[in-house]
Nanobody, 118 residues
Framework: QVQLVESGGGLVQPGGSLRLTCAASGSISSINAMGWYRQAPGKERELVATIITSGGSTTYGDSVKARFTISRDIAKNTVYLQMNSLKPEDTAVYYC???????????WGKGTLVTVSS
């Protein structure tokens, strides 16, 4: 079992920045990768970014490349999402996820709302 708790969401103006944090607990050693997905009202959940916990390799969704950066702090069992140059279309609930090494199962946090508006 893995528990994920997101924080850092809120209201920001277009062009602004936010940093999301995801703290993991439980069976940490069994996690292979962590990441962020988002879901806007009326839309499907989409990939934002992922990071392999051991090697640090990252992937990004096309809509956030060059604006968002995912990173991890292994000692703190925490993953971050630095979001810069935010746009109104980035408004969504952002979910943290962890993928398990052997089963491939994904665990999900409850989400944190990011609203980009003037």
């Amino acid at each position: 079992q893995v528990q994920l708790v997101e924080s850092g969401g809120g209201l920001v103006q277009p062009g602004g920045s936010l940093r999301l944090t995801c703290a993991a607990s439980g069976s940490i050693s069994s996690i292979n990768a962590m990441g962020w997905y988002r879901q806007a009202p009326g839309k499907e959940r989409e990939l934002v970014a992922t990071i392999i916990t051991s090697g640090g390799s990252t992937t990004y969704g096309d809509s956030v490349k060059a604006r968002f950066t995912i990173s991890r702090d292994i000692a703190k069992n925490t993953v971050y999402l630095q979001m810069n140059s935010l746009k109104p279309e980035d408004t969504a609930v952002y979910y943290c996820t962890a993928r398990m090494k052997y089963s491939g199962r994904h665990y999900w946090g409850k989400g944190t709302l990011v609203t980009v508006s003037s």
